[in-house]
């Protein structure tokens, strides 16, 4: 553990650090382009200089192993001077290209250069050319001349996804980034290459020129796509609610994954990061209720009026076991708990949780076959997954009020099933955020909110329960699954009332052995790990 002073001040650094990390645990950080905490070192940017006192020349800081006894200065004349020296040469070549770069405003170039540049540039020479907006992948754009070959995006498919794509070819200050002739940037998690790109080189083809980053809202949340729960945050517009495009309000811009030591580190699959798009596909926003005329908008009031008078004549009959609730491992531990409070408060003892329809891909890195968010969640609940069961039950004209909340039950069993419990139950309630099948063959369908519109909780596959939270109220008339399961209990006199996500958690973690001692302050922003 050695101990050396940096900038005046006394640290003591872990075993194996360098003075890179040594300066940020002084609260003195040097400037850095090609290091990477998940990457090896390349050392080739040269801008993380340092004095370090009895050395002849300024080491870079993310190669030089902290000592004990060094005495470093990150801000001495010498520091500065070589910083300014090493970002001319950076800029040597590189375009002019800030206005029209989509980089700008999370550029690293920009950033320091506004505070070490020289601003007075000696070099007036022509600078070489390179291709400019070259897809590179079905998610990356290369622009060569933008590229400052900090190795981040070849070592981070060498050495982390281990797919080799990228390379850096040609010589001197003709080199330039590429994919090796007749290839593509196409492994599962190309996406981070461009997070990781600390200049305008790689952008999104998906995000390019949608917004300007200095107008994105930031939301931490949690990645729905796999039972992972990648840590991420959602990007949103909602400083440009008066363009025409965002009519409706705020939407996902794009999702960056987000630093959890325990989960994801640093990445996230392009699977979850371009899933986004899904949750406003077929979008349902108002309330609905099926006649002899088709699917009719209706109310809030007069849909849970309708749900709650069945329930009721089925109670008041005793014959809750004709009813059915099945409830989805996309739901969050917040929905799911008031789900199954106000069922077994109502006697209904046919509840099921649905997973996902089929299995999705798996590797040894961070996707999961599982593709849904809780899954954990719904088992440390106690839930039955049988929903086959339940649905099958359905189907042979066992129940006769069916209500479904969150998957999309053709998809998982087919339109024909779906058919048959439309004319077996005399009730079919279809609550859910997207308009699959299910829609078509529902009595009643309750919109609700999407991921990215609530609070609450996942439970990844480590039994590590996470955060959600809102980026943006839900869209329409949609509301979070919780809430309308409480807005049912208040018709039926049930009494599971809640005002908000952290009073039905404080109330789940109570009450639920395996959350026993969890609250959303010790959850914060890495989860917490379900009891054994
Ligand atoms: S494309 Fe970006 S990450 Fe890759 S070498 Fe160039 S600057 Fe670095
Ligand atoms: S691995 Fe799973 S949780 Fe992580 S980003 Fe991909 S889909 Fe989302």
Redesign the pocket.
Known sequence: MPTLTIDGKTVTVPEGATVLQACEQAGSPVPFYCYHPGLSIAGNCRICLVEVEQSPKLPIACYTPAAEGMVVHTTSDKVLKARQDVLEFLLINHPLDCPVCDQAGECWLQDYYMNYGLYNPKFDEEKVKKPKAVPIGPTVMLDAERCILCSRCVRFCDEITKTGELGIFNRGDHSEIGVAPGKELTNDYSGCTVDICPVGALTDRDFRFKCRVWYLGSTKS?????????N?EIHDNRERKERPHVAQGARVMRLK?RYNADV?QWW??????Y?YKAIDEQRLTTVQHRNGHGHQTSTWSDALDLLASTLRRLQEARQMDRAGVILSTQLTNEDLYVAKRVAQALGIRNVAVQGPARP?RQDDF???AD?S?NTRGAQALGLSLDAAGLFARAARGELTTLYVCGPDVIEAYGQAAADQVKNCVELFVYQGSNAGGSVQAAHLVLPAAVYAEKDGTFT?DQGRVQRIRPAFAPLGEAKPDWQIWTELAARLEVPVSFTDAAAVFADLAAREPAFKGLTYEIIGDAGALLKA
Request: hydrophobic residues 25%; charged residues 10%; positive net charge.
């Open positions: 949690v990645c729905p796509g796999c039972s992972m729960g990648c991420i994954p994801n996230m699959c392009d699977a979850g990061r899933g999705g961070l996707m999961k593709t968010p990844n």
